[in-house]
T-cell receptor
Framework: DGGITQSPKYLFRKEGQNVTLSCEQN?????MYWYRQDPGQGLRLIYY???????QKGDIAEGYSVSREKKESFPLTVTSAQKNPTAFYLC????????????FGEGSRLTVL | AQSVTQLDSQVPVFEEAPVELRCNYS??????LFWYVQYPNQGLQLLLK??????LVESINGFEAEFNKSQTSFHLRKPSVHISDTAEYFC?????????????FGKGTTLSVSS
């Protein structure tokens, strides 16, 4: 089945460690996105990419990094510079040039101890 | 730039009662509007969307939303809710003439349906 796969679903890390969240899609979508979700805050955009080897910062990019070496993959690294990394992270994709409707993965919950 | 305000953070209702989840947006250009639903520890699923044409849009599970340009609103309604409708609901907006930009989301409304 076509869709977006995020892994791992749950992740625990010690403070000061970098972590990488995986996002893979087989929908043949050009655009991919990372959002962060905190209780009562809704979804806030971290990074997005409209095409391979190109990406743009969203509203809360500080402390995060991404790469887009393949159309199918858009991994997110939460670095030690991110002051409050514990959150639910959602990856999404869309077809460029259309309504922009997003298709979401199941999310990854990161807890920093 | 666009923004979205969901006017209620929590809406408790009894089963079979009607419900309205309110969403207002701000934009200087024409927009696309979306409602997404999220069940606990899951991703978001599209409930319905307004792109153009009829201002009343419907979902397959009985929800409907009406685009009101003069009020800049896109409220979500259901005439009779079920326990299974308990979830968090997000309203989102995007400019219709800026291809490739991301959706802007509201902060969400938690709908709690009890018997």
């Amino acid at each position: 089945d076509g869709g977006i796969t995020q892994s791992p679903k749950y992740l625990f890390r010690k403070e000061g460690q970098n972590v990488t969240l995986s996002c893979e899609q087989n929908l043949n979508h050009d655009a991919m996105y990372w959002y962060r979700q905190d209780p009562g805050q809704g979804l806030r955009l971290i990074y997005y990419s409209q095409i391979v080897n190109d990406f743009q910062k969203g509203d809360i990019a500080e402390g995060y990094s991404v790469s887009r070496e393949k159309k199918e993959s858009f991994p997110l690294t939460v670095t030690s510079a991110q002051k409050n990394p514990t959150a639910f992270y959602l990856c999404a994709s869309s077809i460029t040039g259309t309504s922009g409707e997003l298709f979401f993965g199941e999310g990854s919950r990161l807890t920093v101890l | 730039a666009q923004s979205v305000t969901q006017l209620d953070s929590q809406v408790p209702v009894f089963e079979e009662a009607p419900v309205e989840l309110r969403c207002n947006y701000s934009s200087s250009v024409s927009v696309y509007l979306f409602w997404y639903v999220q069940y606990p520890n899951q991703g978001l699923q599209l409930l319905l969307k307004y792109l153009s044409g009829s201002t009343l849009v419907e979902s397959i599970n009985g929800f409907e939303a009406e685009f009101n340009k003069s009020q800049t609103s896109f409220h979500l309604r259901k005439p009779s809710v079920h326990i299974s409708d308990t979830a968090e609901y997000f309203c989102a907006v995007r400019s219709s003439n800026q291809a490739g930009t991301a959706l802007i989301f509201g902060k969400g409304t938690t709908l709690s349906v009890s018997s």
